[in-house]
């Protein structure tokens, strides 16, 4: 007899196991299937192992800095099997966690591919295993966009990095995205001789100007080689490692060479034509504010839709369906002001608008605006500096938009997110009393508008 279930959730990622375990929670019979390991990119090749390198690099610098506070810190060794080893250890056990939860949930866990063979049918592959379901939702996420180069294949990406048997000696990282800038910091911190491509002039394009510049100006004070205009054209295996051709006619030696030049949605092959999907260019998956495609049974969260590619999102969206669909309680996730923050060192905080986005929504803005070096960096010796930057309506002295780069503004942030869902007034803000000595104060003692310099003769307005 044919197997059925109410519902089908293609992927084990963060987006899927939420949906997917909420709705067996509601009473729906709930199958899952994934592919490589329970847990998806966060868990086991994303936000999880990332944080972990991101502490381990923050120690470079911690050692440097706590000299300053009278401590011998001389011949600091860092090993990187030992990380690796302790990484792999935590996310066995998370793994194992989100395993058992679909588990004593009811959810039925299939560990291989699952493909669509009809608005209403999984095949499961290599099993070839067929499925009829009454809804089935695609949460595959998504997977390293390739460029096509001419020796592509002796690099890396996030998939690999985590696994690297031996810490690089010269890193060559492409991008300057989220991965590119977080991954040069992390190596930088570790001590590997890093340099980034980035085929335009500043990284983290579509955040912020101020935080752009400050965050590309922080990549270059930890040392990291920024090649800025520059694609690459060809990779070649040299008997010393790797030979990096750019097109501008630099050729750069190293030992690794990490593409991080965006992701793209994991539908390839996933039989989205034969269950009648729409998709975007690039592969998305349409959908409507409630997951939903163009096919009433077919439904997808997470970054398979490209709209918020961070796992919050993918969250909030697989429990908004499982709500929606089998908790008798129909809602869409608000994707407005999501925050969300970039891992480098100093850290990126950001939610809301950037001074542009504002500018060009509302017309008239009022910015304020902080640069300085904290406290702390005053007896460590560090040249490290952090950043702060309201956006905020004018009209209304609503605060539309916040962005830091602080050692603690992803912690910062989350709170931030708050008042500016809540549409707080920056008179509001001000009301609340600093907390001292922290940098987080600057948040509520900006009190000076910025005012842009006057513009030389025949400057661009
Ligand atoms: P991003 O979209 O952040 O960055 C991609 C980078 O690659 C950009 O700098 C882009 O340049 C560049 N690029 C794209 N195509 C090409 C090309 N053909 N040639 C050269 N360069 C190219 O993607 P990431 O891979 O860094 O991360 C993927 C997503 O994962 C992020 O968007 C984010 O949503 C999520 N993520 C979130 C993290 C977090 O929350 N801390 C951490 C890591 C990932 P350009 O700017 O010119 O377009």
Redesign the pocket.
């Given at each position: 007899m044919q197997e059925h279930v109410d519902l089908f959730v293609i992927g084990a990622g963060s987006g899927g196991v939420r949906a997917a375990r909420m709705s067996a929670q509601y009473g729906a019979k709930v199958a899952i299937a994934e592919e490589y390991r329970i847990g998806g990119t966060c868990v086991i090749r994303?936000?999880v192992p990332?944080k972990f390198m991101v502490y381990a690099s923050a120690y470079g610098q911690g050692f440097e800095e706590a000299k300053g506070y009278g401590w011998q810190a001389d011949n600091v060794r860092f090993d990187w099997k030992a990380l690796i080893a302790a990484k792999d250890m935590e996310i066995d056990r998370l793994s194992g966690i989100y395993r058992r939860n679909l588990g004593n949930a009811g959810v039925e866990m299939f560990e291989e591919r699952a493909e669509l063979a009809g608005p209403d049918t999984v095949r499961l592959v290599p099993s070839g295993r067929i499925i009829k379901c009454d809804k089935i939702l695609i949460a595959t996420g998504?997977t390293?966009?390739a460029?096509g180069f001419a020796g592509e294949e002796h690099t890396i990406t996030?998939n690999e990095v985590f696994h690297l048997p031996e810490i690089p000696n010269h890193i060559v990282i492409?991008?300057?995205?989220?991965?590119?800038c977080?991954f040069a910091s992390i190596f930088a911190g570790l001590g590997v001789k890093t340099c980034l491509i980035?085929?335009?002039d500043l990284?983290l394009?579509?955040f912020d100007d101020d935080v752009r510049t400050h965050a590309h100006n922080e990549l270059i004070r930890q040392g990291v080689q920024v090649i800025t205009h520059a694609?690459i054209d060809a990779v070649k295996k040299t008997d010393a490692g790797l030979a990096v051709h750019l097109d501008t006619g630099v050729i750069l030696d190293c030992d690794q060479v990490m593409m991080?030049?965006?992701?793209v949605p994991a539908t390839d092959g996933l039989g989205l034509d034969a269950a009648g999907v729409n998709t975007a260019r690039g592969g998305a998956v349409m959908v409507d504010d409630f997951g939903q495609t163009n096919v009433p049974s077919v439904f997808a969260v997470g970054?398979v839709t490209d709209r918020?590619?961070?796992t919050p999102v993918a969250i909030r969206e697989g429990a908004a369906f499982a709500d929606s669909e089998f908790g008798g309680r129909r809602h869409s996730f608000d994707h407005k002001d999501v925050a969300?923050?970039?891992?480098t060192q100093p850290p990126v905080g950001s939610v809301g608008l950037s001074e542009h986005e504002a500018r060009e929504k509302y017309g008239q803005i009022d910015i304020y605006k902080s640069s300085f070096r904290p406290m702390r960096h005053t007896v460590s010796g560090s040249a490290e500096k952090y950043m702060m930057k309201l956006v905020v309506r004018t009209e209304d002295q609503v605060m539309v938009g916040v962005h830091l780069i602080t050692d603690a503004a992803p912690e910062i942030i989350q709170v931030a997110a708050i008042a500016v869902k809540a549409g707080l007034t920056k008179a509001e803000w001000d009301e609340t009393c600093a907390v001292h000595p922290t940098a987080a104060e600057e948040l509520v003692l900006m009190r000076e508008k910025f005012v842009p310099p006057p513009l030389e003769d025949g400057e661009a307005v």
């Amino acid at each position: 007899m044919q197997e059925h279930v109410d519902l089908f959730v293609i992927g084990a990622g963060s987006g899927g196991v939420r949906a997917a375990r909420m709705s067996a929670q509601y009473g729906a019979k709930v199958a899952i299937a994934e592919e490589y390991r329970i847990g998806g990119t966060c868990v086991i090749r994303g936000c999880v192992p990332k944080k972990f390198m991101v502490y381990a690099s923050a120690y470079g610098q911690g050692f440097e800095e706590a000299k300053g506070y009278g401590w011998q810190a001389d011949n600091v060794r860092f090993d990187w099997k030992a990380l690796i080893a302790a990484k792999d250890m935590e996310i066995d056990r998370l793994s194992g966690i989100y395993r058992r939860n679909l588990g004593n949930a009811g959810v039925e866990m299939f560990e291989e591919r699952a493909e669509l063979a009809g608005p209403d049918t999984v095949r499961l592959v290599p099993s070839g295993r067929i499925i009829k379901c009454d809804k089935i939702l695609i949460a595959t996420g998504g997977t390293p966009r390739a460029l096509g180069f001419a020796g592509e294949e002796h690099t890396i990406t996030s998939n690999e990095v985590f696994h690297l048997p031996e810490i690089p000696n010269h890193i060559v990282i492409n991008g300057g995205g989220y991965i590119a800038c977080e991954f040069a910091s992390i190596f930088a911190g570790l001590g590997v001789k890093t340099c980034l491509i980035y085929r335009r002039d500043l990284v983290l394009r579509g955040f912020d100007d101020d935080v752009r510049t400050h965050a590309h100006n922080e990549l270059i004070r930890q040392g990291v080689q920024v090649i800025t205009h520059a694609n690459i054209d060809a990779v070649k295996k040299t008997d010393a490692g790797l030979a990096v051709h750019l097109d501008t006619g630099v050729i750069l030696d190293c030992d690794q060479v990490m593409m991080a030049t965006g992701r793209v949605p994991a539908t390839d092959g996933l039989g989205l034509d034969a269950a009648g999907v729409n998709t975007a260019r690039g592969g998305a998956v349409m959908v409507d504010d409630f997951g939903q495609t163009n096919v009433p049974s077919v439904f997808a969260v997470g970054d398979v839709t490209d709209r918020i590619s961070l796992t919050p999102v993918a969250i909030r969206e697989g429990a908004a369906f499982a709500d929606s669909e089998f908790g008798g309680r129909r809602h869409s996730f608000d994707h407005k002001d999501v925050a969300s923050a970039v891992f480098t060192q100093p850290p990126v905080g950001s939610v809301g608008l950037s001074e542009h986005e504002a500018r060009e929504k509302y017309g008239q803005i009022d910015i304020y605006k902080s640069s300085f070096r904290p406290m702390r960096h005053t007896v460590s010796g560090s040249a490290e500096k952090y950043m702060m930057k309201l956006v905020v309506r004018t009209e209304d002295q609503v605060m539309v938009g916040v962005h830091l780069i602080t050692d603690a503004a992803p912690e910062i942030i989350q709170v931030a997110a708050i008042a500016v869902k809540a549409g707080l007034t920056k008179a509001e803000w001000d009301e609340t009393c600093a907390v001292h000595p922290t940098a987080a104060e600057e948040l509520v003692l900006m009190r000076e508008k910025f005012v842009p310099p006057p513009l030389e003769d025949g400057e661009a307005v």
